[in-house]
C-alpha cells in the first residue's frame, strides 16, 4: 500500500532532551515535507526536500534540522526541545516538486514538550 | 501575516446544502491547493489548481487567477463531508496554508 508513515504517532518529552521523528514513504517521491499544526495558526512549513541530499528551510525551520541521505526517509531532529515545539507534527511526500503534484501526508505525530 | 486568507472559519450547513468554501491570497502564486483534514487529524489532497476548474464527484474547485481568489464547493452536502478545508499555496516550492474552515453538516 503507497504511504507516507511517520513514528512515534505520540510523544511527551522533557525541555532539552533530543528526539528524532522519523517519516518514510514507499512511492519513490522526490519531494518531501515537515509540516507543524497549530490552533489559530494553521499547518507552516518546517523543512523541505527536493531530492536525496537537498534541504531546504520553510517558514518556520528554527530549532529544526532535518537530514535526507535516502529517498525514502526524511527524519525531523529536534536537537533541544522546548515547549513552544509542542504541535501536531506532519510529513508529506510527492512525487515532484511544486507545483506539479500533489501531496501525501503522514498520519501525524503530536509532539508534547514539558 | 498570513499569505492565505479563508473564510467562513466556521460553517455549519443541514445535509444536502450547497457548500461554498472562499480562499484569497496576496501574491502570485504557481498553484493552489484544497485539503480535508478528517475529525481523527488524517490530511487529504482534493485538488490542486493552476487555472480553471476542478471537479471530483461532488466537490468542485474554481481559481481565479487575476483576483488571486479560489473557491472550493459542495453539492449535495453529506454528514460526511464535515471535516476542515485548508487552502494551501505555492511559492516557489514551498507551501503557505490558510487556517482551515471547519464544516460541520448536520443530518
Known amino acids: 500500500e503507497a504511504q507516507v508513515t511517520q513514528n512515534p504517532r505520540y510523544l511527551i518529552t522533557v525541555t532539552g532532551k533530543k528526539l528524532t521523528v522519523t517519516c518514510s514513504q514507499n512511492?519513490?517521491?522526490?519531494?518531501m515535507s515537515w509540516y507543524r499544526q497549530d490552533p489559530g495558526l494553521g499547518l507552516r512549513q518546517i523543512y523541505y526536500?527536493?531530492?536525496?541530499?537537498?534541504?531546504d528551510k520553510g517558514d518556520v525551520p528554527e530549532g529544526y534540522k532535518v537530514s535526507r541521505k535516502e529517498k525514502r526517509n526524511f527524519p525531523l531532529i529536534l536537537e533541544s526541545p522546548s515547549p513552544n515545539q509542542t504541535s501536531l507534527y506532519f510529513c508529506?511526500?510527492?512525487?515532484?516538486?511544486?507545483?506539479?503534484?500533489?501531496?501525501?501526508f503522514g498520519p501525524g505525530t503530536r509532539l508534547t514538550v514539558l | 501575516k498570513n499569505e492565505v486568507e479563508q473564510s467562513p472559519q466556521n460553517l455549519t450547513a443541514q445535509e444536502g446544502e450547497f457548500i461554498t468554501i472562499n480562499c484569497s491570497y496576496s501574491?502570485?502564486?504557481?498553484?493552489l491547493h484544497w485539503l480535508q483534514q478528517h475529525p481523527g487529524g488524517g490530511i487529504v489532497s482534493l485538488f490542486m489548481?493552476?487555472?480553471g476548474k476542478k471537479k471530483h464527484g461532488r466537490l468542485i474547485a474554481t481559481i481565479n487567477i487575476q483576483e488571486k481568489h479560489s473557491s472550493l464547493h459542495i453539492t449535495a452536502s453529506h454528514p460526511r463531508d464535515s471535516a476542515v478545508y485548508i487552502c494551501?499555496?505555492?511559492?516557489?516550492?514551498?507551501?503557505?496554508f490558510g487556517t482551515g474552515t471547519s464544516l460541520t453538516v448536520i443530518p
Open positions: 508529506a511526500s510527492s512525487l515532484y516538486p511544486p507545483p506539479t503534484d500533489t501531496q501525501y
Open positions: 512511492m519513490n517521491h522526490e519531494y
Open positions: 526536500s527536493m531530492n536525496v541530499e537537498v534541504t
Open positions: 501574491v502570485g502564486i504557481s498553484a
Open positions: 489548481l493552476s487555472s
Open positions: 494551501a499555496v505555492n511559492l516557489g516550492n514551498q507551501f503557505y
